[in-house]
């Protein structure tokens, strides 16, 4: 599943809940309810409405100049 922001994702090992806000060298940064930040290896081991997903970056969108 690519990242989004404001996609809201559980790290069942913590059991840590947050709303997606942003990503920086291959950690994807998590907010909670009461404003409380972490940040997680990109990757497999998230759930969303308890489903196991594999969070990932997206493909950058727009035309590359030579």
């Known amino acids: 599943m690519p990242l989004q ?6 790290d069942p090992s913590t059991g840590y809940v947050g709303a997606v ?14 404003g409380a930040r972490r940040a997680f290896p ?6 969303i409405d308890g489903k196991p997903v594999n969070l990932c970056i997206p493909p950058r969108q727009g035309s590359a100049r030579p």
């Open 5 to 10: 922001l404001d996609l809201v994702v559980e």
């Open 42 to 47: 990109v990757g497999p081991g998230f759930w």
């Open 21 to 34: 806000i942003g990503r920086e060298n291959g950690l994807v940064l998590l907010e909670d309810r009461r």
